[in-house]
């Protein structure tokens, strides 16, 4: 598996479908910092769920005026049933044809098992990825890593 | 790994002896399944080290997932300006599966609080600044999910079981 991107590297642009009609391109939020989650799979359980730590957090990542994308090889329909039971607000993104694309471009696919590896970038308002981590896929990295990233984006 | 960035400090919560060998910091959610289990885990720990042993819980409410967390937070926030927290906090957990403003009343009243002046204070929302303090601490030090605990200050991220946290409580104790 090729290594995850690291920080100085342009961040690799993507269009990804978000609804079952519409896409959306990385390229698009040039001009804020953009926070992408990849996570292996919707429907992991409740409590613990990187999602929804996300989701709760959000506030704080408004702060800094990032967006978040949520990116799994799971399809639209499945992210738009995730999302709405665990009332996500903020976008899903499926890497799910050509399956993992945008995931291996970004070096954070999981061959042995077809899902995307629990990888977080956060890319600066130029397009150039600032700061990447992957977590071992079991565990949950929380959102304090990412915070730091944008605190220093800002320095 | 994962620190406690926040200081347990005089706004903490505390159970249990300044002084004891270690010190155990809980992250949780009134309504969250897993702290409901881990509650009378807790009490098995406690019993279990006695006065080797401080707790502190922490509010980390999912409120997207829980409705009712947030005001079960602050309805035990209330209660600690009565002096009245740890009787509240463990009632909450002892009936998760009723949360919400009539059992909120009903905890008051037997605790000898007014339950009106209980729901003036999540109107008038006293002690959201309060949860959300803890929170957003919690965010800053790693907590990933509910329940996450802090044993002196590491992040416990192996099996919640009574066999396995004793095992991490007196490792931490022998270092």
Redesign the interface.
């Known amino acids: 598996m090729p290594a995850l991107l690291s920080p100085g590297t342009p961040a690799p642009d993507f269009a990804l479908p978000v609804t079952p009609d519409q896409k959306l391109s990385l390229s698009e939020l040039r001009g804020r910092p953009v926070i992408l989650a990849f996570y292996p799979a919707d429907w992991s359980p409740?409590?613990?769920?990187?999602m929804?730590?996300y989701?709760?957090?959000l506030s704080?990542f408004q702060k800094h005026e990032a967006e978040l994308l949520g990116i799994s090889v799971d399809g639209v329909w499945c992210h738009t049933a995730f999302a709405k039971d665990?009332?996500?607000?903020f976008p899903l993104l499926a890497d799910f044809e050509p399956k993992g694309a945008v995931s291996k471009a970004y070096g954070a696919y999981f061959d042995a098992a077809g899902i995307s590896e629990r990888a977080l970038f956060v890319i600066d308002k130029d397009g150039i990825i600032r700061w990447s981590y992957c977590s071992p896929i079991a565990?949950?990295?929380?959102?304090?890593g990412i915070?730091d990233a944008l605190e220093a984006l800002e320095k | 790994m994962?620190t406690l960035?926040i200081p347990i400090s005089s706004l903490d919560h505390v159970q249990g002896n300044a002084k004891a060998a270690c010190t155990l910091v809980e992250y949780g959610?009134y309504e969250?399944?897993?702290?409901g289990a881990a509650y009378p885990l807790v009490k098995q720990l406690q019993k279990h080290f006695g006065k080797r042993l401080r707790f502190i819980y922490r509010n980390f409410p999912?409120?997207?997932?829980h409705p009712n967390a947030q005001a079960a937070a602050e309805a035990a926030e209330f209660a600690e300006s009565k002096g009245k927290f740890w009787e509240m906090h463990d009632l909450l957990f002892e009936n998760q599966d009723r949360l919400g403003s009539d059992l909120f009343a009903e905890l008051a009243s037997n605790l000898g609080l007014d339950p009106g002046e209980l729901y003036r204070a999540l109107a008038k929302k006293t002690f959201t600044d309060r949860v959300r303090t803890d929170?957003?601490g919690g965010?800053?030090?790693?907590?990933?999910?509910?329940p996450t605990f802090f044993i002196d200050g590491q992040r416990y991220?192996r099996p919640m079981d009574f066999d396995t946290m004793v095992k991490a409580i007196e490792e931490s104790i022998a270092s």
């Open positions: 409740v409590c613990g769920d990187q929804a730590l989701n709760e957090i704080e665990r009332n996500l607000h565990v949950n990295p929380g959102a304090e915070l | 994962s960035k959610d969250c399944p897993h702290c999912m409120t997207q997932l929170f957003t965010v800053r030090s790693g907590v990933n999910g509910t991220d």
